[in-house]
């Protein structure tokens, strides 16, 4: 059965410093997403992407932050100076149409020192 | 309480009983989904159910939808060891895109 597939699994970095969390999504599916969730908290939306570019963004997802799809399969997240309050679980899914099931991958845990 | 909010906040129960989760949102939906993530790990989709549907069912999931109280419940029945884990309510907002999660009920299932 296809998945969602992301790497890393875990990430540490230190403060101020760039990462790029990557992620596969199903391959017939045209709409991807990230989200996070901090230690003991809710998930929560960071941003959404549709035909090569952002439909909808969360508060969260400020000027630090940026996604592109850079060929027909990845699609990645990059956060450009890391605090430490960006330490979090990150989320990628996809799905094929809007209104339908949103199928997530694994997780990068990511650890911000 | 904000969307997609889910009661009780945990749960244990012995192997073999039900278990019954409960979500609470404000909006209308297109639909609304349920998760479990086991600790620390991915969200694995368990169902969806449409803003028309009143209740579907899954093996031994059964979920429930009352759009007129906004609310739905989660049944597991004959629970398993292997059923602990975090389920989470996700909404998806009428004119929306994004998933909007609850809080999540954390079930513990006893042998």
């Known amino acids: 059965e296809p998945e969602v597939t992301q790497t890393p699994s875990h990430q540490v970095t230190q403060m101020g410093q760039e990462v790029i969390l990557r992620c596969v999504p199903i391959s017939n599916h045209l709409y991807f997403y990230w989200y996070r969730q901090i230690l003991g908290q809710k998930v929560e939306f960071l941003v959404s992407?549709?035909?090569?570019?952002?439909?909808?963004k969360s508060e969260i997802f400020d000027d630090q932050f940026s996604v592109e799809r850079p060929d027909g399969s990845n699609f990645t997240l990059k956060i450009r100076s890391t605090k430490l309050e960006d330490s979090a679980m990150y989320f990628c899914?996809?799905?094929?149409?809007?209104?339908?099931?949103?199928?997530f991958g694994p997780g990068t845990r990511l650890l911000v020192l | 309480s904000q969307q997609g909010e889910e009661d009780p906040q945990a749960l244990s129960i012995q192997e073999g009983e039900n278990a019954t989760m409960n979500c609470s949102y404000k909006t209308s939906i297109n639909n609304l989904q349920w998760y479990r993530q086991n600790s620390g790990r991915g969200l694995v989709h368990l169902i969806l159910?449409?803003?028309?549907?009143r209740e579907k069912h899954s093996g031994r999931l059964r979920v429930t939808l009352d759009t007129s109280k906004k609310s739905s419940s989660l049944l597991i029945t004959a629970s398993r060891a292997a059923d602990t884990a975090s389920y989470f309510c996700?909404?998806?907002?009428?004119?929306?895109?994004?998933?909007?999660f609850g809080a999540g009920t954390i079930l513990r299932v006893k042998s």
């Open positions: 996700a909404t998806e907002e009428e004119y929306g895109n994004k998933l909007v």
């Open positions: 992407f549709y035909n090569n570019e952002i439909s909808e």
């Open positions: 159910i449409r803003s028309n549907e």
């Open positions: 899914a996809s799905r094929s149409g809007i209104a339908e099931t949103q199928y």
